[in-house]
C-alpha cells in the first residue's frame, strides 16, 4: 500500500468501509468484561480482540482499519502471529490511539484537556516502525448551559492541532476526535444547544489545524454527531442528520477526504440509524462513514461471552454489525432490512 498520507486518509475511508474502535484502556476493556463476568487479563483481552480480527467477512469486507491500545499494538495472537498482520492480512490498516486520557483542566470546573502531548514525536516513532500508519487523539467537550468555554475549546483544540502536527511529521495520518459530549454531567441538552456547541468547537479545531500547518487532505475528522443529551432525547433520526450536515458544510473544508463518526453513548441502533440518514440525499464533499467502538462491539461481546466455543457466534455477530454499518456508511441501511438479516 502507498505510505502517502493522502493515499492512506482516503484508503481510511473507502466506500462502504469504516473503522473499528478497540482501543479501550485497560481500565474501560475491564467494564466490558464486567459485563460478562469475564477477569480482564493480557491474554483474556487479547483472546477478545483476536477474536474480532479474524472475523475474515467483516475485516475484507466492511472495516477498513483498526484502532489499536498501545498494549495490541505489540500484541502476538495465540499462535504467535503479530495481530498486527492479521489486520494487514485482511487488507486493513493498523492505527493507535496515543493520548493518555482527558484530565481536570486547571480552574476550569467539569472541563478536561486531554494529555499526551509530552514524548509523542518519539512514541510515534516507534509506532510506525510497529506497523500503525494512522493515530488517533480524543478532545472531550462537555455540554450544558454555560459549558462549554472559551478556554477549554481553545486549549483541545490547540493540542489536537499539535498531534496532528507531530502525526503527518511522523508519517502518519492523525485522526483529529473533538467529541461534544451527548452523555455528560447534565447530559439534559437540546438539540439547538448541541448544534451550536459542534459548530463552534468545528470552527475552532479547523483554526487550529490551519496555524499549525497540517495537511487537511492527510487527516481524518471523527467527530459527534450533531445529537441532543442523554437525559433529552427528542431529535428523530431526521433531524440528527440534518442539523449534523449543516454543521459540517458550514465548518469542515472540502480538502479533508472524510468524516468517521464516533458513536459517543448511541445505542448501537441508533448509531447505524443516524449514520444511514447522514448518507442518504446529502451531496457531500466527503466520505462519510464510521469509527465505532461499543456500536460495533457490544453484539459480538455478547455472543462471545469469554468462552472459546463462542468465537464463531461472536464473529457472526461482529460480522453483522459490520455490515449493518456498512450499508449505513453507503445510506442504504433500513430497520426493515436489519430485523430481516
Known amino acids: 500500500m502507498s505510505e502517502r498520507l493522502e493515499d492512506i486518509a482516503v484508503a481510511m475511508v473507502a466506500n462502504g468501509r469504516g473503522l473499528l474502535a478497540a482501543d479501550e484502556s485497560t481500565a474501560t476493556i475491564k467494564k466490558r468484561f464486567d459485563s460478562i463476568a469475564l477477569e480482564s487479563t493480557e491474554t483474556s483481552r487479547r483472546d477478545y480482540r483476536e477474536m474480532l480480527l479474524r472475523s475474515e467477512e467483516a475485516m475484507r469486507n466492511y472495516i477498513s482499519g483498526v484502532i489499536l491500545y498501545e498494549e495490541t499494538l505489540f500484541q502476538n495472537a495465540a499462535d504467535g502471529t503479530p495481530l498486527v498482520e492479521i489486520i494487514r492480512q485482511a487488507g486493513s490498516i493498523p492505527g493507535i490511539k496515543v493520548d493518555t486520557g482527558a484530565k481536570p483542566l486547571p480552574y476550569f470546573a467539569k472541563e ?36 462549554p468555554t472559551w478556554g477549554a475549546v481553545k486549549a483541545n483544540a490547540h493540542a489536537l492541532a499539535r498531534y496532528a502536527a507531530l502525526c503527518q511529521e511522523a508519517k502518519i495520518v492523525p485522526i483529529v476526535e473533538p467529541e461534544v459530549l451527548m452523555d455528560g454531567a447534565p447530559g439534559d441538552h437540546s438539540i439547538e444547544r448541541s448544534e451550536e456547541v459542534t459548530e463552534w468547537v468545528l470552527r475552532t479545531v479547523f483554526e487550529e489545524l490551519g496555524d499549525a500547518r497540517v495537511k487537511l487532505e492527510g487527516m481524518i475528522l471523527k467527530p459527534s454527531m450533531v445529537i441532543d443529551g442523554k437525559k433529552a432525547r427528542k431529535a428523530s433520526v431526521s433531524e440528527v442528520a440534518e442539523r449534523t450536515v449543516k454543521v459540517l458544510k458550514r465548518t469542515v473544508p472540502s480538502a479533508v477526504p472524510g468524516i468517521a463518526f464516533l458513536s459517543g453513548g448511541q445505542s448501537t441502533e441508533e448509531a447505524t440509524a443516524h449514520l444511514s440518514a447522514i448518507n442518504t440525499a446529502h451531496d457531500l464533499p466527503w466520505k462519510l462513514t464510521f469509527s465505532y467502538g461499543r456500536a460495533l462491539q457490544q453484539e459480538a461481546l455478547t455472543a462471545w461471552n469469554g468462552k472459546a466455543e463462542n468465537v464463531a457466534a461472536g464473529q457472526r455477530a461482529f460480522t453483522h454489525r459490520a455490515k449493518m454499518c456498512s450499508l ?11 430485523k430481516a438479516a
Open 112 to 147: 478536561t484537556i486531554t494529555e499526551g502531548l509530552d514524548g509523542l514525536a518519539a512514541r510515534l516513532a516507534k509506532y510506525h516502525e510497529a506497523g500503525a500508519r494512522f493515530a488517533k487523539w480524543r478532545g472531550v467537550i462537555a455540554v450544558s448551559d454555560t459549558l
Open 328 to 338: 449505513a456508511a453507503k445510506g442504504s441501511w433500513k430497520k426493515d432490512l436489519e
